[in-house]
T-cell receptor, first 112, second 114 residues
Framework: KQEVTQIPAALSVPEGENLVLNCSFT??????LQWFRQDPGKGLTSLLL?????REQTSGRLNASLDKSSGRSTLYIAASQPGDSATYLC???????????FGDGTTLTVKP | EAQVTQNPRYLITVTGKKLTVTCSQN?????MSWYRQDPGLGLRQIYY???????DKGDVPEGYKVSRKEKRNFPLILESPSPNQTSLYFC?????????????FGSGTQLSVL
């Protein structure tokens, strides 16, 4: 059974700092890995998706990497802003399709 | 606009009163899924569907039913809701079997069962 862990559970940083969020998974036979952002009481917004054959994806100030062999993904946020404050979740979709397993998320607070 | 639409956004009901939460997507996605989100337990998959008339259990299917009679709709049915089904529910969809397919989420349904 796939298990997904996100560390740390919460992170507080001053504005402008670069930061890294971590996601680890137990079964490396994945289809893809997706990073989401969730604001309180709201739905999930897709940030980046990395296919199993890819090593990284970039969008603006965000960069996500994937190392299947070690079961890890990182989300790098450059020059953080207060508007980046949210919970970030990673989701791993298994090769057998149909099922995505989510981590519990990292709650990020960026202080002005 | 491409979107996943859930209704209602908020729902308060009483134990045992059957209810349906609707989910509709306008992206012609084959795959649809229901999740519930609870503090400390994260997002857990209830049911998913790979196409019309094809559904399968997720991690926490007990107490729920689904149907997929049309490609765009995937309603979640609680035949006899109980207080432990109080939760935030999300519907999600994507195209079928390709590793580059993003999962799109609805805005959520906050359900309270008294």
């Amino acid at each position: 059974k796939q298990e997904v862990t996100q560390i740390p559970a919460a992170l507080s940083v001053p504005e402008g700092e670069n930061l890294v969020l971590n996601c680890s998974f137990t079964d490396s036979a994945i289809y893809n890995l997706q990073w989401f952002r969730q604001d309180p009481g709201k739905g999930l917004t897709s940030l980046l998706l990395i296919q199993s054959s890819q090593r990284e994806q970039t969008s603006g100030r965000l960069n996500a990497s994937l190392d299947k062999s070690s079961g890890r993904s990182t989300l790098y946020i450059a020059a953080s802003q207060p508007g980046d404050s949210a919970t970030y979740l990673c989701a791993v979709r298994n090769t057998n399709a149909g099922k995505s397993t989510f981590g519990d998320g990292t709650t990020l607070t960026v202080k002005p | 606009e491409a979107q996943v639409t859930q209704n209602p956004r908020y729902l308060i009901t009483v134990t045992g009163k059957k209810l349906t939460v609707t989910c509709s997507q306008n992206m012609n996605h084959e795959y649809m899924s229901w999740y519930r989100q609870d503090p400390g337990l994260g997002l857990r998959q209830i049911y998913y569907s790979m196409n019309v008339e094809v559904t399968d259990k997720g991690d926490v299917p007990e107490g729920y039913k689904v149907s997929r009679k049309e490609k765009r709709n995937f309603p979640l049915i609680l035949e006899s809701p109980s207080p432990n089904q109080t939760s935030l529910y999300f519907c999600a969809s994507s195209f079928g079997d390709h590793p580059n397919e993003k999962l799109f989420f609805g805005s959520g349904t906050q359900l309270s069962v008294l």
